[in-house]
């Protein structure tokens, strides 16, 4: 071997096993999937070509193994499948197998679901556990966030063993909502749906993993013993019996015709669904010939994934505008020559920060490329300069807030601006709109709209002066009145005595979300402990890791946020944490809620449950002792339903167990 094709190979097997990494273990792939198969492909036939056997990332399973995870071995192996990218490979794949069998292959198409893979064990009829992937020998343990996930039951009717295996996804329309609330609170935004699932079946906090929305489809059982299906299109029929979603848009076919149109079909279709597919998996339909033709060290003989190429199209730059979130980060959006891409139009394209504008080069009156970002986010994906115009200039980030001119800062080590004038009107709208919100000072009446209209009125100009209203004045306003002036002063007045959790939350500190504001109450139990501890104290508090530690002494090292705070004080507003205990005699009890009480809120509801010593959990597990079900309840009930140590309480019940506890 040349020691140049030995480099070659050297460099491709490591840039390989980086996006490996990328892709299974972080969420966070940088090259599409048709990329990374070109860099495989490169390397399998420089591999062939040299006769080279050490090893290779192309022989093994992507593994999405965390370090330091727990583990279980997978009963059945779990192999990952070959990729055709056009309708030829696929007949050639096709055609070897029917030269092999002497016939063309009955086969049964699926739509290949772009989410994460996922492997549950049965036993009794019992789930048992829930495990990833993994490196296909054996997963990753996420059973304590699988009932976070539509459409798994608890129990089957199958007393054998059984590994039953899926894709966890999120639907569209869920991700386009969870990104807006992201960007809405200078979150980061998922690349797209796949990223967005395979990071939040890890998650270590199970309501955050509630929030993200999670739905599953199935598609195969390895059972220990014999097989109680003896056709793909029975094993997708038994999976549907036993309780599990299926992806209804399976087709058996018995000829390539019929399977070529039902890939272009799909190709063409796939944008008018509301989950997300990169392919069709083309599967042998009989089970005894899937046998017979076995497994490579990879994948199995008798199915291959055909894989649609992203669309990509060219338009016209026409600006970059830079966009101030609610904790004052800066985004830079480019503005497009109208363009449509992947079943929508595209207008606008986020750049995220300075290292996109850097890394794409952008000019004024640039062409792009466009891509979706896994079909759905649009993203630039890269710069034509042969196409650029003589006397284009280089866009540069702004130095400065582009609404109130505040000059800019970023932390050396961080990649996002931000606007430090908390005063600075763009924020200032959202702020208000977080802060009167139901989950943290519950100001009734103090929504979008009427925020908005008492910043153009001049009535507020920054956070407190919500305590300093003229309510006469606010009578006066047009389509308002006095009563609703009178409601929103008590509205007001009432949200001075919410709790300091309530309080902390409120005031928008970057990653401090309802529950991490409760530990850090009760950790500090005020506001004053909490303004003068240290990293390391923070470190030792419960979930608060480096990156909160850093927002919160960044937040109160700004001399502006403790004049904020000072002057909530000035305006009666306490912030101690109150411990305030009913009765323990709810102590050891776990609760969940699922649908709308008709009493109180489900906030509401959850902390008079901790009043009486109840601990609040986030799903329906082993450890629930009692669901409280209120109107239109969630697929929460089917799942306790079937758990015999759950105890389903109506709102009234529950009323009747805290009296009681009193």
């Given at each position: 071997?040349?020691?140049?094709?030995?480099?070659?190979?050297?460099?491709l097997?490591?840039?390989?096993?980086?996006?490996?990494?990328l892709?299974?273990?972080l969420?966070?792939?940088?090259?599409?999937?048709?990329?990374?198969?070109?860099l495989?492909?490169?390397?399998?036939?420089l591999?062939?070509?040299?006769?080279?056997?050490?090893?290779?990332?192309?022989?093994?399973?992507?593994?999405?193994?965390?370090?330091?995870?727990?583990?279980?071995?997978h009963?059945?192996?779990?192999?990952?499948?070959d990729?055709?990218?056009?309708?030829?490979?696929?007949?050639?794949?096709?055609?070897?197998?029917?030269?092999?069998?002497?016939?063309?292959?009955?086969?049964?198409a699926?739509?290949?679901?772009?989410?994460?893979?996922?492997?549950?064990?049965?036993?009794?009829?019992i789930l048992?556990?829930?495990?990833?992937?993994?490196?296909?020998?054996?997963?990753?343990?996420?059973?304590?966030?699988?009932?976070?996930?539509?459409?798994?039951?608890?129990?089957?009717?199958?007393?054998?063993?059984?590994?039953?295996?899926?894709?966890?996804?999120?639907?569209?329309?869920?991700?386009?909502?969870?990104?807006?609330?992201?960007r809405?609170?200078?979150a980061k935004?998922?690349?797209?749906?796949?990223?967005?699932?395979?990071?939040?079946?890890?998650?270590?906090?199970?309501?955050?993993?509630?929030?993200?929305?999670?739905?599953?489809?199935?598609?195969?059982?390895?059972?220990?013993?014999?097989?109680?299906?003896?056709?793909q299109?029975e094993?997708?029929?038994?999976?549907?019996?036993?309780?599990?979603?299926?992806?209804?848009?399976?087709?058996?076919?018995?000829?390539?015709?019929?399977?070529?149109?039902?890939?272009?079909?799909?190709?063409?279709?796939?944008?008018?669904?509301?989950?997300?597919?990169?392919?069709?998996?083309?599967?042998?339909n009989?089970?005894?010939?899937?046998n017979?033709?076995?497994?490579?060290?990879?994948?199995?003989?008798w199915?291959?994934?055909?894989?649609?190429?992203?669309?990509?199209k060219?338009t016209?730059l026409?600006s970059?505008?830079?966009?101030?979130?609610?904790?004052?980060?800066?985004?830079?959006?480019?503005?497009?020559?109208?363009?449509?891409?992947s079943?929508?139009?595209?207008?606008?394209?986020?750049?995220h920060?300075?290292?996109?504008?850097?890394?794409?080069?952008?000019?004024?009156?640039?062409?792009?490329?466009?891509?979706?970002?896994?079909?759905?986010?649009p993203?630039?994906?890269?710069?034509?300069?042969?196409?650029?115009?003589?006397?284009s200039?280089?866009?540069?980030?702004?130095?400065?807030?582009?609404?109130?001119?505040?000059?800019?800062?970023k932390?050396?080590?961080?990649?996002?601006?931000?606007?430090?004038?908390?005063?600075?009107?763009?924020?200032?709208?959202?702020?208000?709109?977080?802060?009167?919100?139901?989950?943290?000072?519950?100001?009734?009446?103090?929504?979008?709209?009427?925020i908005?209209?008492?910043?153009?009125?001049g009535?507020?100009?920054h956070?407190?002066?919500?305590?300093?209203?003229?309510?006469?004045?606010?009578?006066?306003m047009?389509?308002?009145?006095?009563?609703?002036?009178?409601?929103?002063?008590?509205?007001?007045?009432?949200?001075?005595?919410?709790?300091?959790?309530?309080?902390?939350?409120a005031?928008?500190?970057?990653?401090?979300?309802?529950?991490?504001?409760?530990?850090?109450?009760?950790?500090?139990?005020?506001?004053?402990?909490?303004?003068s501890?240290?990293?390391?104290?923070?470190?030792?508090?419960?979930?608060?890791?480096?990156?909160?530690?850093?927002?919160i002494?960044?937040?109160?090292a700004?001399?502006a946020?403790?004049?904020?705070?000072?002057?909530?004080?000035?305006?009666?507003?306490s912030?101690?944490y109150?411990?305030?205990?009913?009765?323990?005699?709810?102590?050891?009890?776990?609760?969940?809620?699922?649908?709308?009480?008709?009493?109180?809120?489900?906030?509401?509801?959850?902390?008079?449950?901790?009043?009486?010593?109840?601990?609040?959990?986030s799903?329906?597990?082993?450890?629930?002792d009692?669901?409280?079900?209120?109107?239109?309840?969630?697929?929460?009930?089917?799942?306790?339903?079937?758990?015999?140590?759950?105890?389903?309480?109506?709102?009234?019940?529950?009323?009747?167990?805290?009296?009681?506890?009193?």
């Open positions: 071997m040349s020691k140049d094709i030995k480099q070659e190979i050297d460099k097997r490591a840039e390989i096993e980086r996006h490996n990494l892709y299974y273990e969420a966070n792939p940088i090259i599409s999937d048709f990329e990374y198969d070109q495989v492909r490169q390397l399998a036939e591999e062939a070509q040299e006769q080279d056997s050490s090893p290779s990332p192309i022989q093994a399973v992507g593994s999405d193994l965390s370090t330091g995870s727990k583990v279980i071995p009963k059945q192996r779990m192999y990952s499948l990729n055709a990218y056009s309708l030829e490979e696929l007949r050639s794949f096709l055609q070897r197998i029917a030269d092999d069998t002497g016939s063309f292959p009955n086969l049964c699926e739509l290949k679901i772009d989410g994460f893979s996922i492997n549950l064990f049965y036993d009794k009829g048992q556990y829930a495990t990833t992937r993994g490196d296909g020998f054996e997963g990753e343990d996420v059973s304590a966030n699988i009932t976070a996930v539509e459409g798994i039951p608890l129990q089957i009717e199958y007393p054998e063993p059984v590994e039953i295996r899926g894709e966890i996804y999120i639907a569209v329309s869920d991700f386009l909502a969870i990104n807006e609330e992201r809405s609170s200078d935004t998922f690349a797209n749906p796949r990223n967005a699932a395979a990071g939040s079946i890890k998650l270590k906090d199970p309501d955050e993993v509630i929030k993200r929305r999670l739905k599953a489809f199935f598609y195969s059982i390895a059972p220990t013993g014999a097989s109680p299906v003896s056709t299109i094993t997708l029929s038994w999976i549907k019996d036993k309780g599990f979603l299926v992806e209804p848009n399976h087709y058996q076919c018995g000829s390539f015709k019929e399977l070529s149109d039902f890939c272009e079909l799909w190709d063409k279709k796939r944008h008018m669904l509301d989950y997300d597919i990169d392919g069709i998996v083309v599967k042998i009989d089970q005894n010939l899937q017979k033709l076995g497994f490579t060290n990879k994948s199995p003989k199915a291959i994934a055909y894989k649609f190429k992203p669309e990509e060219e016209l026409k970059v505008e830079f966009q101030v979130g609610r904790t004052g980060a800066v985004t830079p959006v480019a503005n497009l020559e109208p363009v449509y891409i079943g929508s139009t595209v207008s606008r394209a986020t750049l920060n300075e290292d996109e504008l850097i890394r794409l080069d952008l000019h004024d009156g640039d062409t792009v490329v466009l891509i979706k970002s896994g079909e759905i986010i993203k630039i994906l890269k710069v034509l300069p042969q196409k650029r115009p003589i006397d200039s280089p866009i540069r980030f702004t130095k400065s807030c582009p609404v109130c001119n505040s000059i800019l800062i932390a050396e080590d961080a990649s996002i601006h931000y606007c430090p004038n908390l005063d600075c009107p763009a924020q200032l709208q959202r702020r208000l709109e977080h802060f009167a919100s139901r989950d943290a000072m519950d100001i009734t009446g103090l929504g979008e709209s009427l908005a209209r008492l910043i153009e009125d009535q507020i100009r956070l407190p002066d919500i305590y300093k209203l003229d309510y006469t004045r606010l009578a006066a047009d389509r308002f009145g006095e009563r609703s002036a009178t409601n929103l002063k008590a509205a007001i007045e009432a949200s001075k005595q919410q709790n300091f959790d309530r309080k902390l939350f005031l928008g500190i970057r990653y401090i979300g309802e529950k991490t504001a409760r530990n850090l109450a009760e950790s500090f139990g005020d506001i004053d402990s909490l303004m501890a240290s990293q390391d104290q923070l470190l030792n508090t419960p979930e608060i890791g480096q990156i909160i530690a850093d927002a002494l960044a937040f109160f700004n001399n946020n403790l004049e904020l705070i000072n002057e909530l004080k000035e305006l009666g507003l912030f101690e109150r411990t305030v205990k009913i009765s323990e005699n709810l102590a050891g009890k776990s609760f969940l809620i699922t649908g709308t009480l008709n009493s109180m809120s489900r906030t509401q509801a959850e902390d008079l449950i901790r009043k009486h010593g109840g601990k609040i959990v799903g329906v597990s082993g450890n629930l009692y669901l409280v079900v209120g109107d239109k309840p969630g697929s929460k009930l089917a799942k306790a339903q079937k758990l015999p140590s759950i105890t389903i309480l109506d709102e009234s019940a529950l009323l009747t167990m805290m009296e009681e506890s009193s």
